[in-house]
């Protein structure tokens, strides 16, 4: 409830402060109007305002579609029931597996190693029959030898073809510059017999 305002003494005041009657008694008549308004202290603030959900909130919900669309209680325990038959499905065949891997496995290593012993048994034949058939140091020594002659024989040969061909090319070219020396003599005897 608003405490009573006393419109009286407030004109008297503010005709004694110098204001005239008219004026006084409207301003009386406006603070009256004023303390007459209804109490707002019930009314929202901006915090309150602010703590709503606002449009793209309530468009950010889901649907009764979304909703419809999600798993039920029946869905799930369906799932989890075929999970369980599932799993004791793979157990049961992982347990077959093993037990065959491994009867697999020892029937392998027995073969692997029959197998072995008769491969260590052909390479240990073979590797004495080819240690048998290996040149000796001696008969490498002697190819070794017989290359190097060879070797010697055809640098012989080399100078000897060289110094021939060398032979030859001299005595070509004496004859050539006889020659020369004969055609030189020829021509200038022409020369001198002519008119």
Known sequence: MNPAFDTLSASKRLRDA???ERA?????ELVQSATHFPDIGGL???????????????????????????A???????????????MAELAATTKRDIADLAAAT??????LAAATKQDVAELAAATKQDVAELATKAALQDVKTDVLLLKTE???????IMADLNDKLRVQGMALIGGMAAIVGLATAVIKLAP
Do not use: C, W
Request: net charge negative; proline share 0%; charged share 45%.
């Open 24 to 28: 006084a008694d409207a301003i009386v």
């Open 18 to 20: 110098g204001v005239e």
């Open 154 to 160: 055809l640098k012989n040969t080399e100078y000897r």
């Open 106 to 111: 020892k029937r392998d290593v027995a073969e």
């Open 72 to 86: 039920t209680k029946r869905d799930v325990a369906d799932l989890a029931a075929a999970v369980k038959r599932d």
């Open 44 to 70: 929202a603030t901006k915090d309150d305002v602010a703590d709503m959900a606002t449009k793209r909130d309530i468009a950010d919900m889901a649907t009764k579609r979304d909703v419809a669309d999600m």
